[in-house]
């Protein structure tokens, strides 16, 4: 990759930018992991995403940094980046961030963020510059992500609801009030451990471009640690609006319920981690809400705002490579 020639102001605006679009990540999907929680009663709202965003950062000693890796390395390549190319994929995931928020809809911050790259590398280079295989894997989670919350959510309700068959409601709902922290605690670990990478892959990007010493052979950890706090930071602040959507709308959640999504979507995410693979923690639990609420009957999910969900998804992609390609074209203007 050749190194690019640009001002230290630049770098700093694009680091800051993409700081800003990793504080907005927490603080767009923190309904994703405490929805589930909050809607059941069992904590207030404002110490639930406290709670997230303690274990958000507390991430950073539980995942290798393989999802910053493929996002790095593994989307578009490198020899096409640029300052421009960087400052198109933020600015466009950054705007279907705050349009789906603005509306209450749980789509997916880290296909905003790839959607952008895609708009940005092929309005410099055309297609050619996209990695099929990095592109593929991470399109297919689009679909395989909220499938595997699905199979896993319904799956922990079937077995929880057979191993409790002679317990009264209200002793389940006492039980399970008790651990659906445990439950919660393992979703924020997992959403910051995958999302938070997302990021680091953006500025890790940047530095080699811009030959910062040492960035070649591995990320630094300032740019891990920042990232791991900003998103914790965002997750604190919440976007109530999508909360609504998550917990309440799709189907009615008990603490039971709650436990079985949340530790459905963590496994999946655990698993994504595990691969290296940037998934959308919004599609994961939306996957296993939709789980858990079929499983009891298929009535029990209001299938009409999954399908308002799902066309959001089908969006992302699309619409923030748009926003990208024009972002990077104001962007070799006024850089």
């Given at each position: 990759?050749?190194?690019?020639?640009?001002?230290?102001?630049?770098?700093?605006?694009?680091?800051?930018?993409?700081?800003?679009?990793?504080?907005?990540?927490?603080?767009?999907?923190?309904?994703?992991?405490?929805?589930?929680?909050?809607?059941?009663?069992?904590?207030?709202?404002?110490?639930?995403?406290?709670m997230?965003?303690?274990?958000?950062?507390?991430?950073?000693?539980?995942?290798?940094?393989?999802?910053?890796?493929?996002?790095?390395?593994?989307t578009?390549?490198?020899?096409?980046?640029?300052?421009?190319?960087?400052?198109g994929?933020?600015?466009?995931?950054?705007?279907?961030?705050?349009?789906?928020?603005?509306y209450?809809?749980?789509?997916?911050?880290?296909?905003?963020?790839?959607?952008?790259?895609?708009g940005?590398a092929?309005?410099?280079?055309?297609?050619?510059?996209?990695?099929?295989?990095?592109?593929?894997?991470?399109?297919?989670?689009?679909?395989?992500?909220?499938?595997?919350?699905?199979?896993?959510?319904s799956?922990?309700?079937?077995?929880?609801?057979w191993?409790?068959?002679?317990?009264?409601?209200?002793?389940?709902?006492?039980?399970?009030?008790?651990?659906?922290l445990?439950?919660?605690?393992?979703?924020?670990?997992?959403?910051?451990?995958n999302?938070?990478?997302?990021?680091?892959?953006?500025?890790?990007?940047?530095?080699?471009?811009?030959?910062?010493?040492?960035a070649?052979?591995?990320?630094?950890?300032?740019?891990?640690?920042?990232c791991?706090?900003?998103?914790?930071?965002g997750?604190?602040?919440?976007?109530?609006?999508?909360?609504?959507?998550?917990?309440?709308?799709i189907?009615?959640?008990?603490?039971?319920?709650?436990?079985?999504?949340?530790?459905?979507?963590?496994?999946?995410?655990?698993?994504?981690?595990?691969?290296?693979?940037?998934?959308?923690?919004?599609?994961?639990?939306?996957?296993?809400?939709?789980?858990?609420?079929?499983?009891?009957?298929?009535?029990?999910?209001?299938?009409?705002?999954?399908g308002?969900?799902?066309?959001?998804?089908?969006?992302?992609?699309?619409a923030?490579?748009?926003?990208?390609?024009?972002?990077?074209?104001?962007?070799?203007?006024?850089?």
């Amino acid at each position: 990759m050749p190194t690019l020639h640009i001002s230290i102001y630049v770098l700093a605006l694009l680091i800051g930018l993409a700081v800003l679009f990793d504080f907005m990540n927490g603080f767009h999907d923190a309904a994703n992991a405490i929805a589930t929680v909050v809607s059941t009663g069992v904590l207030k709202p404002q110490t639930a995403v406290a709670m997230a965003s303690v274990f958000n950062i507390v991430a950073i000693f539980f995942f290798q940094l393989k999802v910053a890796s493929t996002i790095g390395k593994g989307t578009i390549d490198p020899i096409v980046v640029d300052h421009y190319v960087i400052f198109g994929a933020l600015v466009g995931a950054i705007f279907w961030n705050v349009v789906t928020w603005y509306y209450g809809i749980p789509s997916s911050s880290s296909h905003a963020l790839i959607g952008g790259l895609v708009g940005a590398a092929v309005a410099k280079s055309g297609t050619g510059s996209l990695i099929a295989s990095g592109l593929v894997k991470t399109i297919a989670f689009i679909v395989l992500s909220p499938l595997l919350g699905f199979i896993f959510g319904s799956i922990m309700m079937v077995v929880v609801s057979w191993i409790f068959v002679g317990s009264t409601p209200r002793r389940v709902d006492k039980w399970f009030r008790r651990i659906q922290l445990l439950s919660a605690s393992m979703y924020s670990l997992g959403h910051g451990g995958n999302d938070a990478q997302k990021t680091m892959g953006i500025i890790w990007m940047l530095l080699i471009a811009s030959g910062y010493p040492g960035a070649k052979d591995s990320l630094p950890w300032w740019v891990v640690i920042t990232c791991y706090t900003a998103i914790g930071l965002g997750t604190l602040f919440g976007g109530w609006r999508i909360v609504k959507t998550m917990g309440q709308k799709i189907t009615k959640l008990k603490p039971v319920g709650g436990f079985c999504a949340e530790t459905g979507g963590a496994i999946t995410l655990f698993l994504a981690t595990w691969l290296g693979i940037p998934v959308s923690t919004t599609h994961t639990i939306t996957g296993a809400i939709v789980g858990v609420g079929s499983s009891r009957k298929m009535s029990a999910v209001r299938w009409g705002v999954a399908g308002n969900i799902v066309w959001a998804w089908i969006l992302t992609i699309p619409a923030s490579a748009f926003v990208a390609a024009i972002a990077w074209w104001i962007g070799t203007k006024i850089l």
